[in-house]
């Protein structure tokens, strides 16, 4: 039974929108009413009122081939047209597209009309060097225009990117190359990170020297260093970014693509070792990517300064750093450091100098903020900020909390949206002028989104009742399959629960529980996927990273509960006996920690490495990670009853107990 101190403070602390901001809005109740009168219809009109179509769509929604779903199948556009051109042609070329700031604190400002001019460029530039329709460009780069004007260049001519994160490994890069069979990469000689340069040509030199492969041209910004600098050039393959542009006309017309035509793959971890290409398209992810960010960040694209923090190789930054915000027209800021460079201060001292009004970051960040002291943000005048966002994790109450009144001045609504690399764009959000708030709960499926929890056999849980996330109905961002490998994309996100007459259900991985309002609060991963600063990683992709290593038999790794990143990766490990002498001596853990990082990228990094004789085993031989996250976190060990070899727990136990309080 709870205590009424805890019952106050739950009931104390909703927030309803304030009246201003509400009566304002840009979502009011009669959205709500519209998707509920016709879920298709309204879909419909909102794609013709947020996009251009150069030929319109007759047919919203074709489910006869589910899972594989085709939106707004028989109309036209283009996607980089309406990002661009549009808003040129309407009268807004010189708005402020990008407020860029490099991390050392130079600068550049670029309007609508540049942007639009620089991407005519390099898709002349892409089909140039002989790219087309439905080809695929890896894009390797920092947070730099380049990479929003990669992006765009790529949609504008009807080809597929596969952006690739810069802190990934060359493995990692390679492994996706050759997933997609990319015949261009696009990368900078490196970028600013820390105060340091990130040398990135040469992860695509490590890459590409891995045997014979599909990337005939390597295009290379220059960001970090001088001119002079050798970089391991390749004469015919290696081509400066700027060179070739410079010789290209700045005139391009965008011709018209079908709505179902491929805008890029963007890999994500999956239960298994191998990433998963997920695919997404255009006319239908663009309209939703469009639609949530204009609602539920209360965008007015005429004075708002908008910031989202992500990094383009993720999908927050795909969606809600290219897509969602340039369709819109919105003025935004992009930044390529960390928040702790050169000063702890750095992103409030950005949202001053910009007068940012809208801020989406991730909990890890807030809660790294919240370690450092309320202090620092306190130095900076963050009273242009009307509306902040989160994203990535569940944020717990009190992170939320920190966030509305440190960060907001106790003034600013506060939306938690939930959504996946697989959804394309937000699926469950406060409305900030509709919803009162609960912090901690991502709550209400946006107006035209259907997102049930529900028991294992699919049946809707009462208020009140905890299950799993799941998605009932299509929706116009949802991935169109994974690259290469059907099969697989409806085995794990729709054979999970008995199909219903509408078509089967999307599971989405995730626990959550119905509050007795009937709001959602999420609850983290409920498969093997860990999520570590807002990241996706896969358990058995480390696993497997740990067990290619010389000395290693057998590998566990799990994500265990961290105050910062939320989870961190623990693994465990057992060494071949003919190497446990070398093993035996110092820096063993050290160097397969740095193994890991080196073979998948720094982020994969276990937080703690522990060597052991044996793992807990199942009867039937599957790991019990339970166990393992039980003992990672530091709780008494739970049932044990049915692993084949109980006292396995006990040594593991001990041998952490030992060296984590040595
Ligand atoms: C988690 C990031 C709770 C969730 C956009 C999901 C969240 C995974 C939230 C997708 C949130 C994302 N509350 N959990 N607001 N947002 N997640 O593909 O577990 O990188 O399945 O997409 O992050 O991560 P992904």
Not at 332 to 339: C, I, S
Not at 543 to 552: G, K
Request: glycine residues 8%.
């Amino acid at each position: 039974m709870s205590t009424p101190l805890e019952n106050t403070t739950a009931s104390a602390h909703v927030f309803p929108p304030p009246a201003e901001f509400a009566a304002a809005a840009a979502a009011t109740e009669g959205l709500a009413a519209a998707a509920s009168a016709d879920r298709l219809k309204f879909w419909a009109d909102r794609s013709q009122q947020l996009l251009h179509w150069h030929r319109p769509f007759t047919e919203v929604l074709d489910w006869s081939g589910a899972p594989f779903a085709r939106w707004f199948a028989d109309g036209e556009l283009n996607v980089a047209y309406n990002c661009l051109d549009r808003h040129v042609l309407a009268g807004n070329g010189d708005r402020v597209a990008l407020h860029w700031e490099g991390e050392p604190g130079d600068t550049r400002t670029v309007t609508y009309a540049e942007l639009t001019r620089d991407v005519k460029r390099a898709a002349n530039l892409l089909t140039s060097l002989g790219i087309g329709q439905g080809d695929r460009v890896a894009i390797y780069l920092p947070m730099i225009p380049e990479a929003v004007v990669a992006m765009l260049a790529v949609a504008r001519i009807g080809a597929v990117h596969s952006v690739v994160f810069g802190g990934f490994s060359s493995e990692s890069l390679r492994a996706r190359i050759d997933d997609a069979q990319a015949r261009l990469v696009i990368t900078a000689d490196g970028s600013w990170r820390k105060g340091k340069v990130t040398p990135l040509k040469p992860a695509v030199d490590a890459a590409l020297a891995a045997g014979p492969t599909t990337v005939e041209k390597v295009l290379v910004v220059q960001r970090a260093w001088a001119s002079d600098q050798k970089l391991g050039w390749q004469d015919g393959r290696d081509l400066w970014w700027h060179d070739e542009v410079a010789q290209v006309s700045d005139e391009h017309t965008a011709k018209p693509f079908p709505a179902e035509n491929p805008l890029f793959i963007l890999y994500t971890s999956g239960t298994t070792g191998r990433p998963k290409g997920i695919l997404h398209t255009s006319g239908g992810y663009l309209t939703q990517a469009a639609y949530t960010h204009r609602n539920v960040f209360d965008l007015r694209p005429e004075t708002d300064v908008y910031w989202c923090t992500a990094d383009v190789g993720w999908i927050t930054g795909h969606s809600y750093v290219v897509y969602g915000p340039l369709a819109n027209g919105a003025s935004q800021v992009l930044y390529e450091g960390t928040p702790d460079t050169p000063h702890s201060g750095r992103w409030w001292e950005l949202i001053e100098k910009y007068k940012v009004s809208l801020l989406y970051t991730a909990p890890t960040a807030i809660r790294s903020f919240m370690k450092a002291g309320r202090e620092i943000p306190g130095r900076f005048d963050l009273s242009s900020l009307r509306l902040l966002g989160s994203v990535g994790e569940p944020i717990n109450p009190e992170a939320w909390l920190w966030y509305r009144e440190v960060i907001g001045a106790d003034r600013t609504p506060v939306v938690d949206t939930w959504w996946q690399t697989e959804t394309g764009g937000i699926m469950v959000s406060p409305l900030p002028g509709i919803t009162t708030t609960k912090p901690g709960a991502a709550q209400t499926p946006l107006p035209g989104i259907v997102v049930e929890v529900v028991d294992e056999r699919g049946t809707p849980v009462a208020d009140g009742g905890s299950g799993l996330l799941a998605i009932p109905e299509p929706w116009p961002g949802m991935l169109r399959g994974i690259w290469g490998d059907p099969a697989r994309f409806v085995e794990t996100y729709w054979s999970t629960f008995p199909a219903r007459e509408t078509g089967p259900v999307y599971f989405a991985g995730d626990g959550a529980r119905k509050d007795p309002d009937g709001d959602i609060w999420l609850l983290g991963r409920v498969d093997d996927v860990m999520n570590v600063s807002g990241h996706r990683l896969s358990t058995a992709e480390i696993e497997s990273s740990l067990v290619a290593h010389p000395w290693v038999a057998e590998a566990a790794v799990v994500g265990a509960s961290d105050e910062t990143t939320g989870q961190a990766v623990v693994a465990f490990v057992i060494i071949r006996s003919r190497h446990a002498e070398d093993a035996a001596a110092a820096g063993t853990t050290d160097s397969l920690r740095a193994h890991v990082a080196q073979q998948i990228g720094p982020i994969a990094r276990p937080r703690e490495l522990f060597l052991v004789n044996e793992l807990p085993k199942t009867r039937s031989g599957k790991i019990m990670r339970r166990l393992l996250r039980d003992v990672a976190e530091g709780r008494a060990i739970g049932d044990t009853t049915t692993l084949a070899d109980a006292t396995v727990m006990r040594a593991i136990s001990e041998r952490f107990t030992a060296e984590h309080h040595a």
